[in-house]
């Protein structure tokens, strides 16, 4: 899951980058609203985390501008100013939760959790396809009851199949889904070839009812078998 931390203190910044990297999360940052503004509307976020004072501009009118421009993504607003107005505004914005600071991080944890679960597993806990099934909060994936190991990568990438299946999936997407910032830079895909080749082979080697498809030129699809 990847998230987007739009906060100017530098300080609390780093601490929610650390907690949140340290919990699985592929994590970015935004210090002020104009680079918030040009990652949110770029990439996909599974939930951003918005300051509301910003220094150039006002973390609501972010909301507006996202849900303007038809790239509605999970929000929970961490704001310093505990006013009722701001948490009105920003919950009739399409914000998910408010999260008023200071905050334990323990708390931050848990309401992501929650937020993810109902807006992108429809209350779920479990993702579940055919006969596999993954627990994106306690990292744990099974094939028919019987545990499935698998890597960090691995279990993320199939995390992010797991949440598309039979959808096209572009290879670039994926790598900035799974692996964040500065993929886009890369030169080539061969870490991504390198995780899908282990991967489709435990799925095969566990008796997996499901299987990632290769579109030539593309990407992938993960598809029932
Ligand atoms: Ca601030």
């Given at each position: 899951m990847k998230i987007l931390i739009i906060e100017d203190e530098a300080e609390l910044r780093e601490v929610l980058t650390r907690s949140l990297t340290a919990e699985r999360y592929v994590v970015e940052t935004a210090a002020t609203y104009r680079e918030a503004r040009s990652k949110a509307m770029i990439y996909h976020y599974d939930c951003l985390l918005l300051d509301i004072m910003l220094p150039d501009g006002n973390g609501l009118d972010l909301l507006r501008a996202l849900t303007e421009a038809g790239r509605r993504t999970n929000v929970i607003i961490l704001s310093a100013k505990d006013s009722i107005d701001d948490k009105v505004a920003g919950l009739d914005l399409g914000a998910d939760d408010y999260l008023p600071k200071p905050f334990h991080l323990a708390e931050l944890h848990a309401r992501l959790k929650s937020v993810l679960r109902r807006r992108?597993?429809?209350?779920?806990?479990l993702l579940q396809c055919g006969n596999v099934s993954l627990n994106p909060e306690t990292f744990q994936a099974e094939v028919e009851g019987r545990n499935l190991e698998l890597g960090r990568k691995e279990f993320d990438i199939l995390v992010y199949f797991m949440n598309r299946l039979n959808q096209l999936v572009e290879k670039q997407t994926l790598a900035e889904a799974v692996w964040g910032d500065h993929t886009d830079q890369a030169d080539n895909f061969d870490f991504i070839y390198a995780q899908i080749k282990n991967l489709r082979k435990r799925l095969k080697e566990a008796g997996a009812g499901i299987e990632i498809k290769t579109a030539y030129g593309f990407g992938y699809k993960l598809t029932l078998v």
């Open positions: 992108t597993r429809n209350g779920e806990r």
